[in-house]
């Protein structure tokens, strides 16, 4: 999945026709980018555990460059917003829509 990671200007009736409301649209972008978020942070932090030491040694940590590529390589990936955004334009995301419910309870007021 080839993803620029420029910042570009989108749409927003582009991205509303996907769920009929903006507002949605942004919902569903916002909880599938922590997802992703998600993910590549527990990838991130199982490869640095490799690297994990008890004892500090000043050498170690100037010597560590394979640890230093990893963490840039997480750094120089798109942002989640932008992946999910991608997925919801190109139709590669599936999301339900929730039930209408009334609250009873705040029907007093």
Not at 14 to 19: D, I, R, V
Not at 20 to 43: H, L, M, P
Not at 70 to 85: C, G, N, Q
């Amino acid at each position: 999945m080839k993803i620029k990671p420029s910042l570009n200007t989108r749409d927003y009736k582009e991205l509303s026709a996907k769920t009929g409301n903006i507002y949605k649209s942004v919902n569903i972008i916002g909880k599938r980018a922590k997802q992703i978020s998600a993910v590549q942070k527990e990838e991130l932090n199982s490869k640095l555990a490799e690297f994990a030491s008890d004892v500090d040694n000043l050498e170690e940590i100037f010597e560590n460059r394979e640890q230093i590529e990893i963490s840039r390589y997480y750094e120089r990936l798109p942002k989640p917003t932008t992946v999910a955004t991608e997925e919801l334009l190109n139709d590669e995301l599936i999301f339900r829509k929730s039930e209408e419910k009334e609250d009873l309870s705040n029907s007093d007021l």
